[in-house]
């Protein structure tokens, strides 16, 4: 996925995260996460950043995230959002996961 502008996805309310991803050129996937759980669930959050950056295939880009105390599916589905924001994509692909 090609990232051509600023997306990003989210609130600052309880219990959500708000994503902001910028396209970079190099230096790989940064993550940058404020939370006030980051003691204890700072590292699962940055892996399911991550983790969903590399399924849409991507290679460079700062992922700032602001996180309110939101469960993993909601960290996916705002990176989710905001990657496709920022690739200024509409072509979505829906998913049904079988194994939830």
């Known amino acids: 996925m090609k990232l051509i ?3 990003s996805a989210g609130t ?3 219990n959500d995260i708000m994503i902001t991803v910028e396209p970079t050129d190099e230096g790989g996937v940064q993550v940058e996460l ?9 590292k699962q959050i940055i892996a399911v950043i991550r983790e969903t950056a590399a399924a849409y295939g991507v290679e460079n ?16 589905a705002r990176v989710s959002t905001a990657l496709m924001r920022a690739a200024d994509c509409r072509d979505y692909v ?7």
């Open 94 to 100: 829906w998913e049904v996961r079988q194994d939830v």
């Open 12 to 14: 600052m309310e309880s």
């Open 34 to 42: 404020t939370s006030s759980v980051y003691q204890q669930f700072g």
């Open 61 to 76: 880009a700062l992922i700032t995230a602001v996180d309110k105390g939101a469960l993993d599916c909601t960290v996916r």
């Open 5 to 7: 502008t600023t997306g």
